[in-house]
């Protein structure tokens, strides 16, 4: 994967924006960190910032061709899995690639298809393209938003990049948060409202969408949706497809020219994956290389709950000597998690999932000590239904965000004034209206209450986890893949029926049954368990300190945001309701605190102005 930035200016001559390019690209350096390029002509610059993993020498970007001596130009971000398949196209059309990568085969796919080369697509990709003979700039993000693309248009300049970070080093671009930024952080965040940039004025292009910019014009669509069909298989031909299609999408993605492996928790999803990989391994002679990551403590203080039923470190062994995989395990203690809060914000460009972030970054270092590509199972339960909250009733009756479905804990720590600006409880139920409205209305105008719990966790909470694994991984220059996500996978399983996709009266029954005899029953049959979390009290008390201290520092940007009385009595208290989760599984009291932590971090470090 890679880094990209773009301006288009009509009004300037951006040949000599170099050193602006230069400083947007080196925000972006963790993620391509094996070469760099730039492209500049009068109303358009490219950055690029490569991590080298397919075509190693021929796959230099910015990439330029020529056809009747007019240059088509790219910088992109991503991968195809279908690069085969429309390379043979292209050549039968008269094309003659000049290296094997992915790059050249999309800049290619432009030239012959235009804009609906998109179409032809399958894999994660955020791109630009400069056609200069039609001086229009095209840019596109892949179906499901894997990867990252941001945008900010002023007047007759538009600019573009991977990271909110690359943007913020243009000098025209403030950074600045207005009421509706704020209403983002303290009432969707971790999460992001889907086309919000957070920061004032700057956007997102949606997963699925394009724009297309001419002079005098700018135009966005979107070129692919979630449509309802009848689904007319048998439960037999289903689970038959389901793996196919399965089993197919990570064969595609273990094509690579460097070293790649597979993350593994003993959980379901990770376990197919892996299942998989390491037969394509077998059969050529090597071992797959597994990682898992663990903390010290939790076998001592570890509680199963309702939504962690019990520990990996056991399936996680269970699988490597089923798989005979080249396993290598990471333990992290909680002042590792709480030291590596900063880099994690500053990786994802805004608060995020506290030591749920930092952990992943901290594996991420480690993984790419040992290889450069990773296949990891998120996605599955957004897809196939593994959460709670499709199965429990009273959050898939629940009138909000099922993941967020209790407000009080994030509205009893603001401060009177922020409820006054933005109007925490009408905010959300606006966001969560435009979601209801997006939902494609069956045949007869109705929408099942299982569909919509889909299409709201596809739409609104996978974006947060992918945001997490593309910043996280990226920031240490490892390229994660996630087989789930592929589109056909996604279109073929939102149509199947309920019942079907819970088989046996399980969750994500139909994916279990799809893989009978490929894993051990247990680890088929095993309950759903979140990506892990240190369990020790240590982590809680260490993060209810440290707001503490921030809290008692008069210079704290949060001290005009936050209720300080009602948190220091949280803090005092705190291990008082200290599990009860107020965003998805994992996020609790004590992550509360932590993002409370980040977000100071953030306002400071990107010396954000509040208007």
Not at 135 to 143: G, K, S, V
Not at 191 to 209: D, L, M, Q
Not at 522 to 546: C, E, G, M, N
Not at 595 to 602: A, G, K, N, S, V
């Amino acid at each position: 994967m890679c880094g990209i930035v773009g301006w288009l200016d009509w009004d300037r001559d951006l040949s000599e924006s170099g050193v602006i390019i230069n400083a947007m690209v080196d925000t972006l350096v963790p993620r391509g960190p094996d070469a760099r390029g730039m492209y500049l002509r009068t109303p358009i610059a490219f950055g690029h910032s490569r991590l080298a993993v397919v075509d190693i020498i021929g796959g230099q970007q910015p990439m330029v061709r020529f056809r009747d001596g007019w240059e088509y130009v790219i910088t992109y971000n991503g991968e195809l899995y279908n690069t085969e398949e429309i390379r043979r196209e292209l050549v039968l059309k008269g094309y003659s690639p000049q290296g094997h990568s992915d790059t050249e085969i999309l800049l290619l796919s432009y030239m012959e298809w235009g804009e609906a080369c998109v179409d032809k697509l399958n894999g994660i990709f955020a791109f630009g393209i400069w056609d200069s003979r039609r001086e229009t700039l095209f840019i596109a993000r892949d179906r499901m938003g894997v990867k990252p693309l941001f945008y900010f248009q002023k007047n007759n300049s538009f600019l573009f990049a991977s990271e909110l970070k690359a943007l913020l080093a243009h000098p025209d671009i403030p950074a600045e948060l207005d009421n509706e930024g704020l209403a983002e952080l303290f009432m969707i965040g971790p999460a992001r409202t889907p086309g919000h940039g957070v920061i004032r004025n700057i956007n997102e292009v949606k997963p699925g969408c394009a724009m297309k910019l001419e002079r005098g014009n700018v135009s966005s669509w979107a070129y692919w949706s979630l449509k309802n069909e009848p689904h007319t298989d048998d439960l037999a031909t289903t689970i038959v497809k389901v793996r196919h299609l399965v089993s197919d999408a990570v064969s595609r993605q273990l094509v690579s020219d460097v070293p790649l492996g597979t993350l593994l928790s003993g959980g379901l999803d990770s376990s197919i994956i892996t299942a998989i990989a390491a037969k394509t391994y077998r059969d050529q002679g090597r071992s797959l290389p597994t990682f898992s990551i663990d903390y010290t403590g939790n076998q001592r203080f570890f509680k199963a709950n309702d939504f962690q039923p019990d520990p990996d470190a056991p399936w996680v062994e269970k699988m490597v000597g089923y798989m005979q995989t080249d396993h290598h395990g990471l333990f992290l203690d909680p002042s590792e998690l709480i030291d590596a809060l900063d880099d994690a914000t500053h990786a994802r460009d805004l608060p995020g999932m506290a030591d749920i972030d930092s952990s992943l970054l901290l594996f991420s270092r480690k993984i790419k000590d040992t290889v450069t590509v990773g296949l990891s199972g998120e996605c599955a339960d957004e897809v196939f239904g593994g959460y709670p909250w499709f199965h429990r009733e009273d959050l898939r009756s629940a009138d909000t965000f099922p993941w967020a479905a209790a407000l009080d804990t994030r509205l009893e720590i603001l401060s009177p004034d922020l409820i006054d600006r933005i109007k925490p409880v009408d905010y959300v139920r606006e966001r969560y209206a435009e979601a209801l409205w997006e939902i494609p209305a069956e045949e007869d105008g109705d929408t099942s209450s299982y569909k919509r719990i889909s299409y709201l966790t596809l739409t609104r909470f996978m974006p947060t986890l992918l945001d997490r694994k593309d910043r996280m991984t990226m920031a240490t220059g490892l390229e994660v893949r996630v087989p789930f996500c592929d589109h056909r996978i996604v279109e073929y399983v939102w149509n199947i029926p309920s019942d079907i996709k819970n088989y046996r009266g399980r969750e994500k029954g139909l994916l279990r049954a799809a893989f009978e005899g490929v894993l051990p029953e247990d680890i088929l049959w095993r309950r759903k368990s979140p990506y892990p979390k240190t369990h020790d009290p240590a982590f809680l008390q260490a993060v209810a300190a440290k707001l503490e201290q921030r809290l008692n520092d008069a210079a704290s940007p949060l001290l005009d945001l936050v209720d300080r009385k009602k948190l220091l009595t949280m803090t005092a208290a705190a291990s008082t309701n200290a599990n009860k989760p107020w965003f998805g599984q994992l996020m609790d009291l004590p992550r509360l605190f932590a993002y409370l932590l980040q977000m100071e971090y953030w306002l400071k470090k990107n010396k954000i102005k509040i208007i």
